[in-house]
């Protein structure tokens, strides 16, 4: 199991950046797949980036080139790094963690929550 906890969210200007984090309890190199969803208020969950065990990575169009997903091996945790932030990135935002190729074997964090708002 993974347990995946997220820290990071809360409110930020547009054009501004914030870094969300997510541990787990086993170790983040070895997952087979990781990602970030975020869900905005009356709207579906939406994969926003994701990085394979063989570090591809990949990214809704409306995020790239503003945020980078990555794995930090020394504290055991998958970031994402958020700029230029703009209003619609405003959401709760839920880090996925899949440690097999089985689907069933997905772990999903509680989400934290990031306003962009002046």
């Known amino acids: 199991q993974a347990h995946p906890v997220e820290s990071g969210g809360g409110l930020v200007q547009p054009g501004g950046s914030l870094r969300l984090s997510c541990a787990a309890s086993r170790s983040i190199s070895d997952t087979y797949f990781s990602a970030w969803y975020r869900q905005a208020a009356g709207k579906q969950r939406e ?58 074997d997905a772990y999903w964090g509680q989400g934290t929550q990031v306003t962009v708002s002046s």
Do not use: H, W
Not at 62 to 88: C, G, H, W, Y
């Open 47 to 104: 994969l926003v980036a994701s990085i394979t065990y063989g570090g591809t990575t990949n990214y809704v169009d409306s995020v790239k080139d503003r945020f980078a997903i990555s794995i930090d091996n020394t504290k055991n945790t998958v970031d994402l790094q958020m700029s230029d932030l703009k209003p619609e990135d405003t959401a709760v935002y839920y880090c996925y963690l899949q440690t097999s190729p089985q689907p069933a």
